[in-house]
Each structure stands twice: as structure tokens, then as C-alpha cells.
Nanobody, 125 residues
Framework: QAQLKESGGGLVQPGGSLTLSCAAS????????ISWFRQAPGKKHEGVACLAGTGYNWYYADSVKGRFTISRDNDENAVFLEMSNLEPEDTALYYC??????????????????RGQGTQVTVSA
């Protein structure tokens, strides 16, 4: 059964760093673009970053440019989100998702049908 599973969340102080992982089972991630999303309580989901299956196209939300980096390791069948200089506004449930398309399209920030359960990131002093 295909599954995406996120890990790496936690509590971090403002200015700190975390790296999230999105591990796949039952599917081969290098065929598909993977997007990271986040959703804070009472807010709509927000597209954070997307990386194509080939790794040759990507997008970032303006709110995270220069602070977050998306990458993938096809040998590990995983996609990562390195987050630095975290701010309280980054607090949310983060999840990875795909719509079974190999590239990040102009709608990369729209929610995708196949996703994991998410991992909580809390930025607080």
C-alpha cells in the first residue's frame, strides 16, 4: 500500500532550524513531484515548496524563500525540507503530498490528493 510518512518536526526556538523528512513506501518518489504544505490551526493550507521528480524544477512560497530548502534523495526514496531561521509564523502541521505528476506545475501550491499525516512544527521561545 502506497504511503507517505513525515518526520522531523518538533519544538524549536525562533531562529532555530529543523529538517523534515517525507519517506515513501509502496511507491517510487523519483517519478513524481513532491510538494510540502503546512496548515496552522484555523488557517487554510499553504504550499511551502515543490520539487520535481527529476529535481530540475522547483518552487518556494515567498514566505519561506531563502530560509527553506527542498531536496530529495532517490536512493532513500525520500524528500526533505530543511528549515532555518524559523519564525513563530512557521508554526503549523507540515505534510508532503503529490498529485502523481512528474513536474511542479503552476498550481504546485494547490493541495494534492495523496498526502501523509503530517508532522508538527512549533516555533516558540
Amino acid at each position: 500500500q502506497a504511503q507517505l510518512k513525515e518526520s522531523g518536526g518538533g519544538l524549536v526556538q525562533p531562529g532555530g532550524s529543523l529538517t523534515l523528512s517525507c519517506a515513501a513506501s509502496g511507491i517510487t518518489l523519483d517519478n513524481w513531484a513532491i510538494s510540502w504544505f503546512r496548515q496552522a490551526p484555523g488557517k487554510k493550507h499553504e504550499g511551502v515548496a515543490c520539487l520535481a521528480g527529476t529535481g530540475y524544477n522547483w518552487y518556494y512560497a515567498d514566505s519561506v524563500k531563502g530560509r527553506f530548502t527542498i531536496s530529495r534523495d532517490n536512493d532513500e526514496n525520500a524528500v526533505f525540507l530543511e528549515m532555518s531561521n524559523l519564525e513563530p509564523e512557521d508554526t503549523a502541521l507540515y505534510y508532503c503530498a503529490t498529485d502523481w505528476i512528474s513536474i511542479c506545475g503552476e498550481d504546485w501550491y494547490e493541495d494534492k490528493p495523496f498526502r501523509g499525516q503530517g508532522t508538527q512544527v512549533t516555533v516558540s521561545a
